[in-house]
C-alpha cells in the first residue's frame, strides 16, 4: 500500500502509489453494487493502526509544525533579542549534526576535528556540553532510523582519518556514540590544559556528567557530577537539568545563555521559567538569522497559563515520539 513503482529506464522517473484515505467514500460506492453490510463492516478494524494517526506502512506522521511553532514564538520576542556578555553561563546543545553546520572544513583527523568543535564553543568561564544518551530500541531510536542511518565506523584513534561523507556517517547511533566518547577523552587530555585554564566545562556522555577543569594549564582534572547523572535520553530535556543546576550555582543577577537549534528546547524553557530566577535567553540560529531570544519576556507574553500548557500541547500535536493528526 505504501510502495514506490520505478518506471521504465527511458523515461527516467519514479512515481509513488499512495493509498487512498477517503475509505468511506470508496466502501459506500461498493455497498450500492453489493450486499454489504457498513454496519457489521465497521466492527472490524481496517488498519492496525488508524490511518489519522500513521502512514499506510504504520509510521508517524509528520509534520512541519515544530517550525512554524517556533517562528510563532519568535515572533513574540520582536523587539527583546539582545547579546549576551562573555560572562554568562552557556548550555550548549551537543547534537553533532548542529555543530558540524559552523564547520566550514571538515579536518583530516578525528583530533582535528575535536579541536575545532572545542574552538567553535563559546570562550566563556562556565560552559555545559550536553549530549543525547544513546539508547537501543527506544522509541526516539525508531525516528532515528526513519531520518536514515549509516554503517558503523570505528575510531581507532586520534590520526583515524572522517568519512569523506561525514554527515552521513553522523546519522548512525553507535557514530555518534563513538564520537561523544572520543571529545571526551580528547578534551581531558592534557593537551586541552591550556585551553581550561580558568575555565569550567560540564561534558555528557551518556547517563554521566564530567567536570574538566584546569588549575596549572598543564594537567586537565575530570571529576564525576553526579547531581548531573541522568537516564534522560534527549539533551532536549536534559538541557532542562542543567539549568536547574546552573541557577543554584549563580548569583539571581548572573545570566544563562542556551545554545540550540531545536524547538523542543525553547518550548520546555519557559515552562521552568518559576523555577529559574536567573535571566536566561536562547541562542538559535545560523549565520545572519542568529538571534538570543529573552526567555523571561517570552514567558510573560504568553503568560504563565500557557507556558505550562506548551509541553503537552507539543507532544499531543505530533512530536519525535509521538504522532501529528494527518492533514492537522
Known amino acids: 500500500m505504501a510502495a514506490r513503482c ?7 522517473k519514479t ?25 457489521q463492516l465497521f466492527k472490524y478494524p481496517l488498519q492496525p493502526i488508524p490511518w489519522v494517526l500513521s502512514t499506510a506502512d504504520g509510521a508517524l506522521v509528520k509534520t512541519d509544525k515544530s517550525h512554524q511553532m517556533l517562528q510563532c514564538l ?25 555543530l558540524l553546520q559552523s564547520i566550514v572544513r571538515l579536518p583530516e583527523t578525528f583530533e582535528g576535528l575535536a579541536m575545532c568543535i572545542f574552538s567553535s564553543l563559546p570562550a566563556v568561564q562556565i560552559m555545559h556540553f550536553v549530549t543525547d544518551n544513546y539508547v537501543e530500541n527506544s522509541i526516539k531510536d525508531t525516528e532515528r532510523v526513519r531520518r536514515g542511518t549509516s554503517q558503523t565506523y570505528l575510531i581507532g584513534g586520534n590520526k583515524t582519518k572522517p568519512l569523506r561523507d561525514f554527515k552521513m556517517s553522523m546519522r548512525s547511533s553507535d557514530n555518534k556514540r563513538q564520537l561523544t566518547k572520543f571529545l571526551l577523552k580528547e578534551w581531558q587530555s592534557d593537551r586541552y590544559a591550556a585551553r581550561l585554564c580558568d575555565r569550567t566545562v560540564f561534558f555528557v556522555c551518556e547517563r554521566d556528567c564530567m567536570c574538566l577543569t584546569s588549575e596549572d594549564g598543564l594537567t586537565v582534572t575530570a571529576t564525576s557530577v553526579l547531581e548531573l547523572v541522568s537516564n534522560q535520553e534527549e539533551a532536549d530535556s536534559r538541557i532542562v ?6 541557577s543554584k550555582c549563580l ?21 521552568y ?16 538569522q542568529r538571534r538570543q531570544l529573552d526567555i523571561h519576556k517570552c514567558a510573560s507574553e504568553l503568560d504563565l497559563s ?16 509521538t504522532s501529528a493528526f494527518a492533514r492537522k
Open 74 to 98: 519568535k515572533a513574540l520576542m520582536e523587539g527583546h533579542t539582545a547579546s549576551q556578555p562573555d560572562t554568562c553561563v552557556h548550555i550548549v546543545d551537543g547534537n553533532t549534526l548542529a
Open 6 to 12: 520505478s518506471m521504465s529506464a527511458s523515461k527516467k
Open 273 to 288: 521559567s518559576s523555577q529559574i530566577p536567573q535571566p536566561r535567553f536562547f541562542d538559535t540560529g545560523c549565520g545572519n
Open 15 to 39: 512515481v509513488k502509489v499512495k493509498a487512498e484515505i477517503n475509505l468511506l467514500g470508496s466502501l459506500l460506492m461498493l455497498t450500492q453494487k453489493h450486499d454489504t453490510s457498513l454496519e
Open 241 to 246: 537539568l542543567h539549568c536547574l543546576y546552573a
Open 306 to 321: 500557557i507556558c505550562s500548557a506548551l509541553p503537552a500541547f507539543h507532544a499531543f500535536t505530533g512530536c519525535d515520539s
Open 251 to 271: 548569583a539571581i543577577s548572573n545570566r544563562i545563555v542556551v545554545n540550540s537549534l531545536d524547538t523542543d528546547v525553547f518550548v520546555l524553557l519557559p515552562y
